[in-house]
T-cell receptor, first 111, second 116 residues
Framework: KNEVEQSPQNLTAQEGEFITINCSYS?????LHWLQQHPGGGIVSLFM???GKKKHGRLIATINIQEKHSSLHITASHPRDSAVYIC?????????????FGKGTHLIIQP | EPEVTQTPSHQVTQMGQEVILRCVPI?????FYWYRQILGQKVEFLVS????????KSEIFDDQFSVERPDGSNFTLKIRSTKLEDSAMYFC??????????????FGSGTRLTVV
């Protein structure tokens, strides 16, 4: 059974700090998502990646397929980055398989 | 930017009643999904739907649940006889192609179902 583990579960940092959130998964995957969930509950897809690195604004996501590990980095963090960040993966194979979600990292950026 | 629209945003129902949660996926998307998130827990996969039939379903998606795409635009999740433990946020998502083809998901904003 695929397990997706995230760390840390909770993270509080000061505005401007560099943030790293880690994600590990147990079985081979096709792609991994990083998602953002705001207090109202809505989920926004930030990245989907299957190799290497992607960057969007102040967000950077990396993945190491051999080590089954991915990281999400936030540079120059801001209070509006406060949210729950979730990684979710999809395993190799055909079909419209659903995502397996981690429990999320609750990030608070203090001014 | 195209959106996945879910209605209602919040529904309260009595235990044992049937509920239908509605979703309008992005128009050119082909793959549709329902997920749920019980308060304080992680998001869980319920079912995926492609070409007018269920593609995959999880253990959670038992005989009390059903999905359909009645008119080519709406995608619905029906819970036949709600239980207290069905209280959760239900998310609809759609994708243009298989995730393995590197197209991402778009999620709806969710329907919060409260069973009393």
């Amino acid at each position: 059974k695929n397990e997706v583990e995230q760390s840390p579960q909770n993270l509080t940092a000061q505005e401007g700090e560099f943030i790293t959130i880690n994600c590990s998964y147990s079985v081979g995957i096709s792609a991994l998502h990083w998602l953002q969930q705001h207090p109202g509950g809505g989920i926004v897809s930030l990245f989907m990646l299957s190799s290497g690195k992607k960057k969007h604004g102040r967000l950077i996501a990396t993945i190491n397929i051999q080590e089954k590990h991915s990281s999400l980095h936030i540079t120059a963090s801001h209070p509006r980055d406060s949210a729950v960040y979730i990684c979710a993966d999809i395993q190799r194979g055909g079909g419209a398989d659903g995502l397996t979600f981690g429990k999320g990292t609750h990030l608070i950026i203090q001014p | 930017e195209p959106e996945v629209t879910q209605t209602p945003s919040h529904q309260v129902t009595q235990m044992g009643q049937e509920v239908i949660l509605r979703c309008v996926p992005i128009s050119n998307h082909l793959y549709f999904y329902w997920y749920r998130q019980i308060l304080g827990q992680k998001v869980e996969f319920l079912v995926s739907f492609y070409n007018n039939e269920i593609s995959e379903k999880s253990e959670i998606f038992d005989d009390q649940f059903s999905v359909e795409r009645p008119d080519g635009s709406n995608f619905t999740l029906k819970i036949r006889s709600t239980k207290l433990e069905d209280s959760a946020m239900y998310f609809c998502a759609s994708s243009e192609a298989l995730v393995q083809s590197y197209y991402g998901y778009t999620f709806g904003s969710g329907t919060r179902l409260t069973v009393v």
